[in-house]
């Protein structure tokens, strides 16, 4: 892998920012793509790096967006559509490559989503403590001791936690609510948080509103020292991450894909990307290389024949 792709991936994994590392890792030749070539593939088809020629690289793209929408790898084959069967087997992706090449890849998609964001409000040792051992988790961390200065980039991957401890609890927390936090806690006691949900309320917070509160936040665990509180919130998230019941693992979006079939070797084509078009009888028919235009407008009924 370059170091440039490497850089590049390590830039967009600390701003959260989600993205695909192609890796070929088998190739025939005349295949110009090489083993261990890796490409860094951004939502919105930008490709740094290099996996291969014109009809290799469009199809790796589009398997990239997918892979990114469902949030799984998977293994490509990209080769002649008479080899195609010989290498179906379960996690494979076989793509024909017709085009004017006796070369074929396989290249592994991989995609890579941005780990959740923990921001703790307080200048509290529960809120340090929480922010330390999420950071251990891999997840990105931010302490805010000021809830004025609640980072702006809060995101539905995001949790927040108000930790104040009695000092500025209501503003914090309101502030909390204006974001799009996938979940938001309150550490206090039981008769503490209703009294802070009762301040918003008179406030005219709604009850859909205050019902993102998880207060207090985290699992019971009785009267516990601050290292366990921590815990105990941690556990909260995590468990209900893993029953589905928070954003943080939504798919990022990726922008619609208009796709037609080229008719020479019937290919898949991203029409936004697609440099070879031509209109044939009033309609638009694209291509995945020069070759197969060339092919199409030195017979058109040929491949319509064909196609049709």
Known sequence: MKPDVLALAAELSARGEPFVLATVV????????????????????RVRGWLGG?????TVVREALKALEEGSPRLMFLGPPEELAGHERDGVVTVPIACQSEGALEVYVEPVLPQPQMVAIGRSPAAAALVAMAAGLGWRSTLVEDPAE????????SYVVVATQGHFDEEALERALATPAAYI???ASRKRADA????????????ETLARVHAPAGIDLGHVATDEIAVAILAEIVQLRAAGRLEAGVAPETPP???????VCGMTVDVADARYRTVHEGQTYYFCSAGCLESF????AKYLAVSG
Do not use: M, N
């Open 26 to 45: 088998w190739r025939r030749a005349p295949s110009s793509g090489k083993e261990g070539a890796t490409a860094l593939i951004t939502p919105d088809r």
């Open 54 to 58: 014109a009809c290799a690289e469009p």
């Open 150 to 157: 609640l980072a702006i980039d809060v995101d539905p991957r």
């Open 185 to 187: 806690g309150l550490v």
């Open 196 to 207: 802070v949900l009762g301040y918003l309320r008179d406030r005219d917070a709604t009850e």
């Open 257 to 263: 894909r208009h796709e037609e079939i080229d008719p």
């Open 297 to 300: 407008e030195a017979d058109p």
